[in-house]
C-alpha cells in the first residue's frame, strides 16, 4: 500500500507547530500503524532529517503510552484499541492520513506527537488510593466481596491513563480518568473509608490543573482504548454529592 | 573466586524469620537523613520506592517512561502465585518452595526460594487491601486458577489483566509517598551510569529523556529494578524501551552479571508474520489450560485448515509426551517441543514457524460464552494482530523470548557485590534457577520490593552514614563526562545504518544461535558475528539529531550498544555451561528422547562474570549450589 501522511511537527513546547507531509510507500496489511510510523522513520534519517517523535512502548495495548490523534480521533476510531494495536489493514492503498498529538490544555507537548501527561499522575497523587502501609493489613478473604462488586470494580480498572479521554472531549475534561479509579474503589469495602475525601481531592486537583468538567457529549468512551463506561462518571458524580452531604 | 550468597544457616522454615530478627534497624528519626535511589517503577521498584518512602526514608524514583504506571509489569496477564492453599488442594509454602526449585531446574538458591514462598501469602493481603480487583467467586471468596508447572491451583488473577492491576496497585502506594513528600518522581530518565566511589555504590548518572541535560544523583544506597534483558533478542514480548543498558553500566562498575545465558523463551505468543515486525505479542500461557497444542501427524497437511484435518490426524504432541502436566508443561519444556514439531516440518501457518492452540474441545465442554469469561481479552488482541477469530478456528501460537532469568549477581540480601548496590525483581538472578514458572515473576518484583528490601536495606544502612558522598565529588563528574563522550561518539559516527537495522542483525544472530537450542558450534558462531556487528556500530551508526534534545534515535543507540556487548557474554555464559537446564538447552547435553541433561557434578553453581573491558575474557566467579531441604533430581513432568 501507499499512503499519504500529514502529520504534526513541533521542534518544542513554545515552538510553533504545522503539519508536515510524507510519504509512506512500502505499507503492508501485517503491520501495525506505529510499524509503519518506524519505517517512515527510519527513512527520515537515512535522509539526515529529524524524525517524527512519537510515544509508544509495550506495544501491545496496556501501557497507555502510545498517544495519537489519526484522522481527527483519538487512537484512530477502531473500537477498544490503542494506536499501537492499531493495524493497517484498516486503511487502503492511497489513504491521506492526518496525525496529530493529544491536544488538551493540561497536556502540553514536548515535541512533534508527545506530549505530558503529569497531570494524569498528580490525580493519582490528590487520592486515587487506599491508605494502606504495606503489611499490617488482614488475610485476602478475611472481607468478602460479591463478583458483581469485584467485576465492576475491574471494569473501571482497566483504565490505562492514556489520556484519549480528555483528548477526546470538547472541554478537555479528565471527568472518566477520574471516575474510573473513584469508581473502583468506592464500589470495594476497602475504599470506603476514605471515599469522601478521595472524590473531593481528586476532583479539586483535575479542576486545579485545567482540566474541564463533563457535560455529556459521550466522546471519552467511544475513544477509550479499553472501553470505561460513561456510567462511572455518573457515579463519580454520585460520589461527589455523597461526599458534600454531612 | 568462590562467591557466598550469605544464607542465614540453620532449618529453613525460620530462616528468614531469623534473619529479620538478627539484621539491624534504623531508628525512625534516623531514616529521613538517609537518601535511597530506586531505579525503575515496575513491580520491584514501584513497591520498594513506596515501601521504603513509608517507612520515612528519603527516596528518589526514576523511570524512562512518562510515568511510573507504564513500566513492563504492567503487561503481565496471567496472574501471581502464592501459597494460600484457598482451594483446599494441598499447597503449602514448601510445596511452592519445591515447585519453585524444581521449576528452576535445581539452580535457585535455596534460601532466596523459601523467602519467596513464605511472603507470596503476604503480597495477596497487601494488594487486596490496596483494593486490587482480584477475580472472586459467587461466594465473594477469591479464586484461583492453575498454571504451568504445579498441580494445585494457587495462581490469583484479575481477568487477564493482573500485572496491570498489581502494579496500578503498587503505582497507587506510591502516588501516595510522592503526595506525602517521602518519594520524589524522576519520570522520562534513564539511567546511563553506577557511580561507585571506593568501591560503594554512591548514586547515578542519568539522561533527562526530554531536555538532553545529564545529570547526577547520589544516594546512601542505591536500588536497581531496572527488568530483563531479552530484547537482546530484537524480536520478543518486551515493550520496546526494555534494555540491559541499567544493569549492564553497574557491571561495567564491577557488579557481577549471574547466569546470563538463563532465557525464557515463552511458548504462547503470536508467530511473526514478516520483517517489519518491532515486537512479539505474548498471549497468557493461562490458555493452555483450556487449549490444547497440536500440529499435523502429516506433513502434506499442514497446508490444510486446520478444520480439514481429522482428529486421527492431530498429534496433541504435549499429551503425548508429558501424559501428567499434559498442555501445563512449563514454559521451557512446551517452547522447546513447539520447536521441535516445527523443526520436524509439522509447522503451521507463515514460514511454518507455528502450532495451533485450539479451543474446540473446551468449547464444546464449557461453552463459549465461559471460555470467553475467561480469556475474552486475549481472544480480542490474537484477533486484532492476526485478524482471525479463536473461537471459530484454532490461534497459531510460536514461542518468543519472554524473560530473563538470569541478571546482577546479589546476596541474600538483594545486595550485589559492590556494596550500596541492591537489585530486585527480574534484573537479580535469585530465585527462578533456569526456568521461571508461569505466575512467579509478579510474585518476585512484589516479594522483593514489598517484603525483602524495606528489611535488608536497614542492615546495610546502619553500617554507612547518611550523605557522607555527594555529587560535587569528582567521580560524579567524571562519570557525567564519560556518559557524555559516549553520546557524542555515537552522534559523530555519521554512518549508514540506522539502531533498527544493527538491533535486527544482532537479534538474528542470537535467536539463531544462542536462542531455544544451543551448540558448540552455533555458540562460536555468535561470538565471531557479535564483535563484527559492534564494529560497525561503532563505525557505520547513524543518529539523527543532537544529544541535547528530545531524541528517541539516540535512546535505542546507546540501548544497542550495551546489547552488543552483553550478548557477547551471554554467549560466552551458554558456551561454558556444558550441560542442559531449564531454558539453557545444549543439543550437545540431551537424553535420548530429548529431555535437557543436568550435570550436577560440574554446573551445579550459579555463573558470575566479571567485566573485564569491552571484547575482553570476562572473569568467572562461581557459587555453589547446596540443596539441603530438596533433593536434586531429574527434572519430570512425565
Redesign the interface.
Known amino acids: 500500500m501507499k499512503l499519504k501522511l500529514h502529520v504534526w511537527r513541533q521542534k518544542g513546547p513554545n515552538a510553533p507547530g504545522k503539519l508536515e507531509t510524507y510519504e509512506a510507500n512500502h505499507v503492508s496489511p501485517d503491520q501495525s500503524f506505529l510499524e509503519m510510523l518506524d519505517e517512515v522513520n527510519e527513512d527520515l534519517v537515512k535522509a539526515g532529517k529529524d524524525p517524527i517523535a512519537f510515544d509508544h512502548d509495550c506495544r501491545e495495548g496496556i501501557c497507555g503510552m502510545c498517544s495519537q490523534v489519526i484522522n481527527g480521533v483519538p487512537h484512530g476510531g477502531q473500537v477498544r484499541t490503542t494506536v499501537c494495536q492499531l493495524h493497517m489493514r484498516k486503511f487502503k492503498d492511497g489513504d491521506e492520513i492526518f496525525i496529530e498529538p493529544w491536544k488538551a490544555r493540561a497536556f502540553p507537548i514536548i515535541k512533534d506527537l508527545a506530549v505530558d501527561r503529569g497531570a494524569y499522575d498528580r490525580i493519582i497523587e490528590a487520592g486515587g488510593y487506599t491508605s494502606c502501609r504495606t503489611g499490617g493489613v488482614p488475610d485476602g478473604n478475611a472481607v468478602m466481596i460479591s463478583k458483581e462488586a469485584a467485576d465492576n470494580a475491574m471494569d473501571a480498572a482497566e483504565c490505562i491513563g492514556c489520556g484519549a479521554c480528555a483528548a477526546s472531549c470538547p472541554n478537555s475534561s479528565a471527568m472518566l480518568f477520574t471516575s474510573a479509579k473513584v469508581s473502583q474503589l468506592a464500589v470495594l469495602p476497602q475504599g470506603q473509608v476514605e471515599a469522601k475525601r478521595r472524590v473531593t481531592a481528586m476532583l479539586d486537583e483535575a479542576k486545579a490543573l485545567g482540566f474541564g468538567n463533563c457535560t455529556n457529549h459521550y466522546e471519552c468512551q467511544a475513544a477509550c482504548p479499553k472501553g470505561i463506561d460513561v456510567k462511572f462518571i455518573a457515579k463519580l458524580n454520585r460520589e461527589y454529592i455523597k461526599a458534600l452531604l454531612p | 573466586m568462590i562467591l557466598d550468597g550469605k544464607c542465614p544457616t540453620g532449618p529453613i522454615e525460620t530462616s528468614w524469620d531469623r534473619h529479620r530478627f538478627e539484621t539491624k534497624l534504623v531508628n525512625p528519626s534516623n531514616k529521613r537523613k538517609y537518601k535511597i535511589l530506586v531505579v525503575g517503577t515496575g513491580l520491584a521498584g514501584g ?1 520498594a520506592a ?2 521504603l518512602g ?1 517507612l520515612g526514608y528519603n527516596v528518589h524514583a526514576f523511570c524512562y ?6 513500566a ?1 509489569s ?2 503481565a496477564q496471567g496472574g501471581i502465585n502464592a501459597a ?1 492453599n ?1 482451594p483446599n488442594d494441598g499447597d503449602s509454602i514448601y510445596r511452592l518452595f519445591y515447585d519453585t526449585i524444581k521449576g528452576g531446574d535445581f539452580r535457585a538458591r535455596e534460601g532466596d526460594v523459601w523467602r519467596l514462598a513464605q511472603v507470596s501469602n ?1 503480597i ?8 486490587v ?10 479464586d484461583n486458577r492453575s498454571f504451568g508447572g504445579a498441580q494445585v491451583s494457587r495462581t ?1 488473577y ?2 487477564g ?1 493482573t500485572g ?2 498489581l502494579l ?1 496497585g503498587a ?3 506510591l ?2 509517598q ?2 506525602a513528600q517521602t518519594v520524589k ?1 524522576h ?1 522520562r530518565r534513564e539511567m546511563l551510569d553506577l557511580v561507585v566511589v571506593d568501591g560503594v555504590a554512591r548514586g547515578i548518572t542519568c539522561r533527562n529523556l ?1 531536555t538532553g541535560e545529564i545529570e547526577s544523583h547520589w544516594g546512601d544506597a542505591v536500588i536497581l529494578a531496572t527488568g530483563g534483558y531479552v530484547n537482546v533478542f530484537y524480536l520478543s ?1 518486551n ?3 526494555c534494555s540491559v543498558t541499567a544493569a549492564w553500566k553497574a557491571a561495567k562498575k564491577g557488579a557481577y552479571f549471574a547466569n546470563p545465558c538463563y532465557t525464557q523463551i515463552h511458548p504462547t505468543c503470536i508467530p511473526q ?2 520483517e ?4 512479539l ?2 498471549m497468557s500461557e493461562s490458555l493452555r489450560n483450556d487449549g490444547r497444542c497440536w500440529v499435523p501427524k502429516k506433513k502434506e497437511d499442514c497446508e490444510k485448515p486446520a478444520g480439514q484435518i481429522a482428529e486421527d490426524d492431530r498429534d496433541y504432541y504435549l499429551e503425548r509426551k508429558y501424559p501428567s502436566f499434559g498442555n501445563l508443561a512449563p514454559r521451557d519444556i512446551a517452547s522447546r517441543a513447539a520447536k521441535e514439531q516445527c523443526d520436524d516440518e509439522r509447522g503451521v501457518g507463515p514460514g511454518k514457524r507455528g502450532v495451533y492452540l485450539d479451543f474446540e474441545d473446551s468449547i464444546k465442554r464449557l461453552s463459549e460464552d465461559t471460555i470467553r469469561e475467561r480469556y475474552g481479552n486475549l481472544f ?2 490474537y484477533e ?2 492476526t ?1 482471525e477469530n479463536g473461537y471459530k478456528q484454532p490461534m497459531r501460537i510460536y514461542p518468543a523470548p519472554h524473560y530473563a532469568m538470569g541478571g546482577l549477581w546479589v546476596d541474600y540480601n538483594c545486595m550485589s557485590n559492590v556494596p550500596g548496590a541492591f537489585v530486585l525483581g527480574e534484573a537479580n538472578f535469585s530465585v527462578h534457577g533456569a526456568n521461571r514458572l508461569g505466575a512467579s515473576a509478579l510474585m518476585q518484583g512484589l516479594a522483593d520490593g ?2 525483602v528490601i ?1 528489611y535488608t536495606i536497614g542492615g546495610y544502612l546502619t553500617t554507612v552514614k547518611p550523605g557522607q558522598v555527594k555529587d560535587d565529588h569528582a567521580e560524579f563528574k567524571k562519570s557525567k563526562e564519560d556518559v557524555q563522550a559516549e553520546i557524542s561518539k555515537m552522534i559523530s559516527i555519521n554512518g ?1 545504518k ?1 539502531p ?2 544493527l538491533h535486527r542483525e544482532l537479534g538474528k544472530v542470537m535467536w539463531n544461535n544462542v536462542g531455544m537450542a544451543r551448540s558448540k558450534e552455533s555458540l562460536t558462531e555468535a561470538l565471531k558475528l557479535i564483535p563484527k556487528i559492534r564494529d560497525e556500530f561503532w563505525n557505520n551508526l ?4 543532537s544529544g541535547a ?2 531524541n ?2 539516540l535512546e535505542n543507540a546507546g540501548r544497542l550498544a550495551d546489547f552488543l556487548e552483553f550478548g557477547e557474554l551471554l554467549a560466552k555464559d551458554a558456551l561454558h555451561r556444558e550441560e542442559s537446564c531449564g531454558g539453557h538447552f545444549r543439543t550437545e547435553h540431551q537424553y535420548d528422547d530429548g529431555e535437557a541433561k543436568r550435570d550436577d557434578e560440574n554446573f551445579c553453581y550459579a555463573a558470575a562474570w566479571e567485566f573485564k573491558g569491552a571484547g575482553k575474557e570476562p572473569e568467572l566467579h562461581k557459587e555453589p549450589l547446596k540443596f539441603d531441604n530438596v533433593h536434586l533430581a531429574v527434572r519430570s513432568y512425565k
Open positions: 513497591a513506596a515501601t513509608e517512561q512518562d510515568s511510573a504506571r507504564r513492563h504492567i503487561a494460600k484457598y503476604n495477596i493481603d497487601q494488594c487486596v487491601a490496596q483494593g480487583p482480584f477475580a472472586r467467586d459467587y461466594a465473594g471468596y477469591l490469583f484479575a481477568r489483566l496491570q492491576q496500578l503505582y497507587s502506594a502516588s501516595r510522592v503526595k518522581l519520570v526530554i514480548t515493550a520496546m524501551g508474520s514478516g517489519h515486525q518491532s515486537k505479542t505474548l480480542e488482541m486484532m494482530i485478524a514489598y517484603f524495606p549508514k540506522t533498527a537495522e547513524k543518529v539523527s539529531g534534545e528530545f528517541q534515535q
